[in-house]
């Protein structure tokens, strides 16, 4: 299988600068460095639990394997696309942290009716023009994979706005960096 390694890499902790491969051929849309770094000051000015972290869209894995490079216990992957799940698998290897990692090739909905751990941190980086994000929001803020003390941080285009409230999760971060936001729910 064809991997280009893109200008991704791990930007903290134990992974720091440990390079992550994307898939060729595959429409991603990774997150980019100023992102990443802006999401994980976020969640770190928020005191938030690292315990368990659910990666939501992983595409390449680079938000989990950044916060298991910041210090998550465990991280589970959700991703649909099967080349996608294996460069997960990779670059979880190639950073020393696939022993703290579970990879489930599978649509967000669907894992959203098998998982059934309760996550400190829930991280979503959807497809900017998958318009089905809120309705998918209000379904993870009212499942079991949530409880009073879980983080959600979502990033989305600015063109789609997001709820200030889903389920009892109310909105209490958003920050903007050109055409992509992220929300942070508690």
Not at 11 to 25: F, M, V
Not at 28 to 45: C, H, K, M, Y
Not at 144 to 167: F, K, M, W
Request: charged content about 20%.
């Amino acid at each position: 299988m064809p991997t280009l390694v893109l200008r991704m890499r791990v930007i903290a902790g134990t992974a720091k600068g440990k390079h992550l491969k994307s898939p060729k051929g595959v429409s991603l849309r990774p997150t980019s460095d100023l992102v990443r770094g802006a999401v994980f000051s976020i969640l770190e000015s928020l005191a938030t639990d690292w315990s368990s972290v659910l990666d939501l869209y992983a595409g390449t894995g680079s938000l989990g394997i950044e916060a298991l490079s910041r210090g998550a216990q465990q991280a589970d992957f959700v991703e649909h696309n099967p080349r996608c799940c294996a460069i997960i698998k990779d670059n979880l290897e190639n950073a020393g942290l696939a022993s703290q990692a579970h990879v489930y090739c599978s649509r967000v909905t669907k894992a959203l009716s098998f998982l059934k751990e309760r996550y400190s941190i829930i991280l979503m980086g959807p497809p900017y023009a998958d318009l089905s994000i809120p309705e998918i929001l209000e379904q993870l803020a009212n499942s079991c994979l949530v409880g009073p003390g879980t983080t959600i941080a979502v990033e989305h285009s600015y063109r789609l706005p997001l709820s200030p409230n889903y389920g009892n999760f109310q909105l209490i971060k958003e920050r903007c960096h050109g055409d992509t936001c992220i929300s942070v729910y508690q």
